[in-house]
């Protein structure tokens, strides 16, 4: 049974205190918890939860179904709005826009141009979830493995067009059902480290609390193109996250070529993406709504690393717009040559063609940076 009003406010309140950049402690609002039904008071609890757990949190709470951010708007809207827009009264519609046309020069975006001399490991994903399924927190074993096999079905439409082969790190399917993608615990370490595959989700605190790491690993992989470049994973904080990685130059073609693939995907009889009227394509995680998109690259920044931190690496980067990770994705060390993964923070009320223009104009001003480092 989820707690009482009285309970979570005295938890917020020392939260608040803490890190009042918590925002589920920021926002919880007692006498709306109050008000709400039982039902929704235990969905309402399973979406703050993690922030509860976790009180270092900035956004500290996921998305149960598609519809919980119309049904907890009161909460959401002032989270979302305080995270994205430093506004909690913000009221923007998200509007999704791929023409690219107009970025750069002619749609192109050459990071030659910013002076590198060696190819970067360049990357962009979009998170989508099934307006069939729940959200991954509060899907069921059953429910993970029904959405595998749904996808592994689909994924055969992808394969006639760009080939590739599905892994799947699934123990089973269920008794008695075909399960022929399955890979072991060597495969699923392999393709972790040539960041094919996504990393164990248990050890992930912020996902456990909100039940998203549930039943780990059932109904979780990915589907990789036969050249390699077009992924999808499935099972992970989104049902779905569609990428293409490779080695270049040009953003621009990353951004089309995972246009392409997302097209793909969509066409998929039975794939229907979950939709939000405000907030665009519906994500777990507040953080991604709207365009879902990380558009990333591995750089050597080996001046701003020399303490073999991020910290100062974050330190310029943050007014630029940037996050800066480590080489293996989130919460994960930089490389021990200065490697960082650096993306545009912004997800929401932003052009899609925005993120990518954010990236190569924010790199060129940390390019600067590493330079004066030196
Ligand atoms: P997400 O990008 O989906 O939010 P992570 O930050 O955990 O999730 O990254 C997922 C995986 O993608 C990690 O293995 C990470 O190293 C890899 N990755 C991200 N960007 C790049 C990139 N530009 N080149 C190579 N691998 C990348
Ligand atoms: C948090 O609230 O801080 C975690 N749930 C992670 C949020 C998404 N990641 C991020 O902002 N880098």
Redesign the pocket.
């Known amino acids: 049974m989820a707690p009482t009003g009285e309970e979570l406010e005295k938890q917020a309140a020392a939260l608040r205190e803490s890190n009042p950049g918590n925002r589920a402690a920021k926002y919880f609002d007692q006498a709306y918890y109050d008000g709400l039904s039982d039902e929704d008071k235990e969905t309402f609890y399973k979406c703050i939860k993690?922030?509860f757990d976790n009180a270092d949190?900035?956004?500290?709470c996921y998305a149960m179904t598609p519809t919980d951010y119309t049904t907890f708007a009161p909460f959401f809207a002032k989270a979302i709005g305080d995270y994205h827009k430093g506004d909690p009264a913000c009221a923007e519609k998200h509007e999704n826009d791929w023409d690219i046309s107009g970025v750069g020069e002619g749609g192109v975006l050459d990071l030659q141009k910013l002076g590198l001399a060696e190819e970067l490991s360049m990357r962009v994903r979009v998170g989508r979830n099934l307006a069939s399924f729940p959200l991954p927190g509060a899907m069921t074993k059953e429910d993970r493995i029904k959405f595998e096999v749904t996808m592994t079905g689909s994924f055969d439409a992808l394969k006639e067009k760009f080939g590739g082969t599905v892994y799947s790190y699934s123990p089973d399917l269920g008794e008695g059902v075909e399960h022929p993608n399955k890979i072991d615990e060597e495969k699923y370490n392999e393709l972790v480290a040539a960041h094919v595959m996504f990393k164990d989700m248990a050890a992930d605190t912020?996902l456990a609390s909100a039940g998203i790491a549930n039943d780990w690993p059932y109904g979780r992989g990915c589907w990789q193109s036969e050249d390699k470049k077009k992924i999808v994973w499935f099972g992970e904080e989104d049902q779905l996250r569609i990428m293409v990685m490779k080695k270049g130059f040009l953003l621009n073609e990353v951004f089309n070529e995972l246009k392409e693939l997302l097209d793909a995907v969509e066409s998929i009889e039975g794939v229907d993406f979950a939709k939000d009227d405000t907030y665009g394509y519906v994500t777990s995680?507040p953080?991604n709504l709207g365009t879902g998109m990380r558009a990333s690259v591995h750089v050597k920044i080996p001046n701003l690393t020399s303490d073999g931190t991020d910290a100062k690496a974050k330190e310029i980067a943050g007014p630029l717009g940037l996050?800066v990770r480590g080489t293996g994705g989130?919460h994960t060390p930089i490389g021990a040559d200065g490697t960082v993964d650096i993306s545009p923070s912004a997800r929401l009320f932003i052009k899609e063609s925005a993120i990518v223009q954010a990236l190569y104009d924010g790199l060129k001003l940390l390019l600067d940076a590493e330079k004066a480092a030196a």
């Open positions: 993690t922030g949190s900035g956004m500290g912020y995680c953080t996050s989130e």
